[in-house]
RNA sequence: GCGAGAGUGGCGGAAUUGGCAGACGCGCUAGACUUAGGAUCUAGUGGGCAACCGUAGGGGUUCAAGUCCCCUCUCUCGCACCA
């Protein structure tokens, strides 16, 4: 009988339909086994399902169909991002409601995800776009409101002309400060803006030790957080004005020279004397400017001018003088810095060009210098404080916290924190996302929407305009309404959600898809399933949806509505692929490549191996159809390997050193496919597998009629199935085992049957392979080193002489030291 | 400048925890089968004619270093006048 040949087309679409006939995936609490949560990052529907969504999707899915053999009751759900600016784009562009473009979209992404041959368990989607999905953002935003953890303020905000709305502080990248969607270059814009008081979790979010998270994430988010510590001392001007500043360096306050408030500080334009009062108003107008035009200016030439007033250091009664320069940032700290030059770099600069004294306070410990400084001395762990009155003498090391300490109980300042993080702006004046449920009255002022009347529907009927407000500014249907309070006539807020406050929370969303009881999610289900076990998408997520998420999980947990720390316990990184030229994809470069294609002319099973063979999978690189073929040539090989009979079985005799060691490989890569799929180690668990088959292929002819073939196909089959489900499903059958292979139990290894027999042993002559010995594996020491000096090469080798040492590796090699 | 990561054949990448560098695949070479081959199969493939030399470069520790320590260089990513 002549077997037919691996053609992926007809039994991929096939399996897939038996699947979800026989509901395979469906993920049901069971209180039997243990529960496993995975996640991959929900996709937004742009359309069409990109190569970076399989690499990034696949081996998530070989992950969580692994678990799922090893035991875990597995739920490993897939929705969609659904809110945003394409769809609003697209209607402006094109007419196209966003519902109807964003649902369209959605429609083919399933298809297309479906064609992956994933576990995702279908019936748990969740479309954050839908009424049923933003009720439960909306009702959140009320909860963070009513725990103080949302307000409104005016403040300077960064507003992107392209996208036509305002930016959270994460949303802005680079030198450039440009948006993190298009690219455009922000601007600086004053607004009355919705904000959630992140910073209020600032201290807790740097506690990484509940969570198994790549060192990369972790440290950008600490840098992102950015905590300093030091101490917040209060000045005063002559005329008796209070300002506070931030300082990390309280054991400098005897060096200050001058002061220097940022050009927006409050306190400016009064201290600022007749005298200086028209250079400084220059200055803050050239100031403001520049913050809205060039930001590129490479070098950061310090620049500032006198204010005509003094400050008195209120540790020694000094005048010094105060000026204003942009070096000093309105929003870090209090806006206003003491300088110390001789230990601080800026302050260094900015005094050596505008000829401002420099006071040594730290002596360096061991050089007896004098005179003036050519840089400033930064170092904070050695030196001792000098000119500091009662401090002289004290060591570098410790003179922070006395300073800090005396401070305190002289009252002229307190011990301080400092963030860099900033409180997460959620207004956006677009259409296309969640209204931000409020009510302004004109008597009550501002009121929450009841709970009872969430959602706030969006209504269908927006005009689509890129005017930089919300197109539900001028729908008056939406706009006016009552206030819940009076009943009076009242306005609602205009403004919608940050799309990233409905991925803040959406992994709790598939527990119970649009549920209807109290809360956001079915208790049940969340008791069971909850937190996520394991998480995985890109790494360019750090410091915004990561942050916002576990921010939303702690102040879920403190409204109780969720009983743990962090929302996902291990994350991993997969990278990105490259076009062929190793530039980034994009149609512009004509160098995309799509998944569509690929699973048309080799099977959606040759894809996902390929994409876990090709790279390391946290890396990612450039593609290559070469790769593919290799990969494609593999799985018919296998194909022919497990289905196609050997004419005549040669040897019924069974020779035993084969049967051995091809049972020995079966253990080992039984060994090596579950260490490799624990760690992510996708590529090497598949170069396992052509190991595995490339033995099986050199022993088919004697061994195909034996009981260690059968163990083999059958297993191979096992340790195939998470990478290529349908493949594995067809042998599987073709083999004559019952439906189905995703069933199966994880096959176990026998350490015994792991172990070679006998194994090869190096002998250097001083490091230097001379010769090699087979041995049996249990040799004992005496035995191996004395075969080892007893042999030719190595007698010769020796020349008589006798060696001084002889190292013996178990297992390993014999070194002989001369 | 600060923080994180990386540097191994022509290419993607392997190398338990210091113990045979280059698994697996691509590509390449030769052969077989074929009307044909960009299909398939078989064999070979780090460099060098060799002794030997080889994991970015230079030092060190060790019987033994891709792996540990010190210095230098290059690349990628994040942050960046953060007081």
Not at 52 to 75: E, K, T
Not at 335 to 347: K, N, Q, Y
Not at 351 to 370: G, H, M, N, R, W
Not at 510 to 523: A, K, W
């Amino acid at each position: 009988m002549k077997n037919d040949r691996y053609q992926p087309q007809k039994i991929e679409a096939k399996w897939r339909q038996k699947w979800e006939e026989a509901g395979l995936y469906r993920a049901k609490i069971d209180r039997n086994k243990p529960k496993h949560y995975a996640l991959t990052m929900l996709p937004y529907p742009s359309g069409d399902l990109h190569i970076g969504h399989w690499y990034a999707m696949a081996p998530s899915d070989v992950r969580a169909r692994y678990m799922r053999m090893r035991g875990y009751n597995v739920l490993f759900p897939m929705g969609f991002d659904a809110f945003g600016l394409p769809a609003e784009n697209a209607a402006i562009k094109r007419g196209i409601h966003p519902y109807k473009w964003t649902m369209d979209n959605i429609k083919r992404m399933r298809e297309q995800l479906k064609s992956m041959g994933t576990m995702f368990d279908w019936e748990r989607e969740a479309i954050t776009c839908l009424p049923e999905f933003y009720k439960w953002t909306q009702w959140l935003f009320l909860k963070f409101y009513e725990k103080g953890l949302a307000y409104k303020k005016l403040a300077p905000v960064d507003f992107c002309p392209q996208c036509n709305t305002t930016l959270a502080r994460e949303q802005v990248w680079g030198e450039d400060r440009h948006c993190e969607r298009c690219g455009t270059p922000v601007l600086k814009k004053e607004l009355s803006q919705w904000f959630f008081k992140i910073t209020d979790y600032a201290e807790e979010l740097l506690d990484f030790s509940k969570i198994d998270w790549p060192e990369r994430v972790v440290s950008m988010q600490k840098n992102w957080i950015g905590k300093s510590e030091g101490a917040e001392v209060a000045f005063h001007t002559e005329d008796g004005d209070e300002f506070l500043i931030f300082t990390t360096r309280p054991d400098t306050l005897w060096g200050v020279t001058f002061m220097v408030l940022a050009p927006e500080h409050p306190l400016v334009d009064k201290i600022t004397t007749d005298q200086y009062r028209q250079a400084v108003e220059e200055y803050k107008a050239q100031a403001a400017r520049q913050s809205e035009i060039e930001r590129l200016s490479a070098e950061k030439e310090k620049t500032g001018v006198f204010t005509g007033a003094y400050a008195v250091n209120p540790v020694n009664g000094q005048q010094v003088p105060i000026w204003i320069a942009d070096y000093v940032m309105m929003g870090y700290g209090t806006g206003a810095i003491m300088a110390v030059p001789a230990h601080d770099e800026r302050d260094f600069a900015f005094a050596k060009k505008y000829d401002l004294p420099i006071v040594t306070v730290i002596q360096p410990e061991d050089s007896s210098f004098s005179g003036e400084l050519k840089e400033p001395y930064t170092d904070v762990d050695h030196g001792v404080m000098v000119n500091s009155g009662a401090f002289d003498g004290t060591p570098a090391t410790v003179g922070k916290a006395k300073v800090t300490a005396w401070l305190e109980e002289k009252g002229l300042g307190r011990a301080a924190v400092n963030y860099r993080l900033r409180d997460w702006l959620i207004s956006r004046q677009r259409y296309w996302g969640a209204p931000i449920p409020i009510v302004y009255c004109a008597k009550c002022g501002t009121v929450p929407v009841p709970y009872e009347d969430l959602p706030v529907i969006l209504p269908e009927d927006a005009e689509f305009l890129p005017t930089g407000e919300s197109p539900l500014k001028y729908n008056e249907g939406f706009l006016h309404t009552t206030c819940p309070l009076c009943g009076g006539p009242a306005d609602r807020e205009t403004d919608t959600m940050d799309t990233f406050i409905c991925s803040s929370w959406y992994q709790y969303a598939y527990l119970s898809p649009y549920y209807q009881g109290e809360q956001p999610f079915d208790p049940e289900e969340g008791a069971y399933w909850l937190p996520v076990d394991q998480y995985t998408g890109g790494v360019e997520h750090a410091c915004m949806h990561l942050i916002y998420t576990r921010f939303f999980t702690k102040a879920m947990r403190d409204m109780g509505l969720v009983d743990f720390d962090e929302p996902m316990l291990s994350l991993r990184n997969q990278g990105i692929i490259l076009g062929e030229d190793s530039e980034k994809m994009s149609k512009s470069r004509g160098n995309v490549i799509a998944p569509d294609d690929l699973v048309r002319e080799y099977g959606a099973d040759a894809v996902r191996a390929y994409l876990m063979f090709g790279w390391r999978w946290e890396l990612g690189g450039p593609w290559n159809s070469r790769g593919i073929e290799g990969v494609y040539r593999f799985l018919h090989r296998v194909w022919e390997l497990l289905l196609s009979p050997v004419e005549q079985s040669l040897s019924q005799a069974q020779n035993g050193e084969e049967v051995d060691a091809l049972r020995r490989k079966l253990h080992q890569t039984i060994k090596k496919a579950t260490d490799d799929l624990d760690n992510f180690s996708f590529n090497t668990y598949l170069a396992a597998l052509m190991e595995l088959s490339n033995l099986m292929g050199k022993v088919k002819e004697k061994l195909w009629s034996s009981e260690v073939w059968q163990e083999a196909t059958r297993t191979f089959c096992l340790l195939l199935a998470p990478a290529c489900p349908h493949l594995a499903e067809e042998l599987w059958s073709r083999l004559g085992y019952e439906f189905s292979v995703h069933n199966q139990a994880w096959p176990v290894f026998d350490e015994r049957l792991v172990v070679e027999e006998t194994v090869e042993i190096v002998v250097q002559i001083n490091g230097k392979i001379r010769d090699r010995l087979v041995i049996p594996a249990d040799a004992d020491e005496a035995f191996v080193k004395e075969k080892a000096l007893s042999s030719q090469t190595i007698q010769n080798g020796l020349q008589g002489e006798t060696p001084r040492k002889v190292i013996y590796v178990p297992g390993r090699l014999v070194n002989i030291v001369k």
